[in-house]
C-alpha cells in the first residue's frame, strides 16, 4: 500500500468524522464515515450479539474504517486503475456516495467524447476513457470531475431539500459537501460567495 493512498484514506477519515446519525441523511447512523449499511452487508458483529446495529457502528475504530475505505471504496472498486490526478476525488466520493462517485466520471468522460456506459462500475473501457481523456486534458480532468461532483451535490439538493443543509450553512455560506467537492477543485474554480448565493436563492 503506497503511503499516498493511505494519506488520502485519513484525509478522508478526517472530513467524515465520528459518529452521526442524522435523520435526513439516508445513509443512516455513520461512524468515520462507514455507514450502518455498509457494515450490515460487510457483517461486522464487533459486539458479536447476532446482529449488526447502532451499537456497532459505534464501536467501530477509525483503524477499522480505514481498512473498509482501502479495501471496498479504493481497490476494490478499481480507483487505483484512474489516472492518479483523479483518484483522491474519485476516492472521497466513492466513500460519500457509492456508485454515484463512478457514475458522475463515467457522464464527463461521455461529454468529453469518450463512449463509456453510465453503469457506476470501473472497468476496462472507463479505464482506457479516463487514461485517453487525461492525456487530453493533463491540467483539467480533475478540476472538471470536482466540479461535476459540485453539480451533483446542488442536484441532489434542488431535488431534495433536507439535504440543503449539507450544502448551505444556517448563516447562508457554503455547506460541507460543497467544501467537500472543492477541496479537489483549483481555487479558480471555487464558486464565489456571490456566485454561490446566486445558485442557492432558488432555493429560499
Known amino acids: 500500500m503506497s503511503d499516498r493512498v493511505m494519506q488520502i484514506a485519513r484525509e478522508i477519515l478526517d472530513r467524515e468524522g465520528g459518529f452521526v446519525n442524522d435523520p435526513d441523511d439516508p445513509g443512516g447512523a455513520t461512524n468515520?464515515?462507514?455507514t450502518i449499511h455498509t457494515m450490515r452487508r460487510l457483517g461486522l458483529d464487533?459486539?458479536?450479539?447476532?446482529?449488526v446495529d447502532m451499537a456497532d457502528v459505534r464501536r467501530l475504530s477509525r483503524a477499522q474504517a480505514e481498512e473498509i475505505f482501502l479495501d471496498h471504496y479504493f481497490h476494490r472498486p478499481r480507483i487505483d486503475d484512474l489516472p492518479e490526478?483523479?483518484?483522491?476525488?474519485?476516492?472521497?466520493m466513492q466513500v460519500n456516495a457509492g456508485a454515484n462517485a463512478v457514475k458522475i466520471l463515467q457522464r464527463l468522460l461521455g461529454r468529453m467524447g469518450q463512449a463509456v456506459t453510465v453503469d457506476g462500475a470501473i472497468g476496462p473501457r472507463t479505464i482506457r476513457a479516463a487514461h485517453v481523456a487525461q492525456a487530453a486534458a493533463?491540467?483539467?480532468?480533475?478540476?472538471?470531475?470536482?466540479i461535476a461532483r459540485r453539480n451533483y451535490y446542488f442536484a441532489l439538493a434542488d431535488r431534495r431539500p433536507e439535504s440543503r443543509k449539507y450544502c448551505r450553512t444556517r448563516a447562508g455560506g457554503k455547506g460541507?459537501?460543497?467544501h467537500r467537492a472543492e477541496?479537489?477543485?483549483?481555487?479558480?474554480?471555487?464558486?464565489?460567495?456571490?456566485?454561490?448565493?446566486a445558485r442557492v436563492a432558488a432555493w429560499d
Open 138 to 146: 493533463p491540467d483539467h480532468l480533475a478540476d472538471a470531475y470536482g
Open 85 to 92: 490526478g483523479l483518484q483522491a476525488s474519485v476516492f472521497d
Open 183 to 197: 477541496a479537489f477543485i483549483a481555487p479558480r474554480f471555487h464558486l464565489s460567495d456571490a456566485g454561490f448565493k
Open 176 to 178: 460541507g459537501w460543497i
Open 32 to 34: 468515520h464515515g462507514v
Open 46 to 51: 464487533l459486539d458479536g450479539d447476532g446482529d
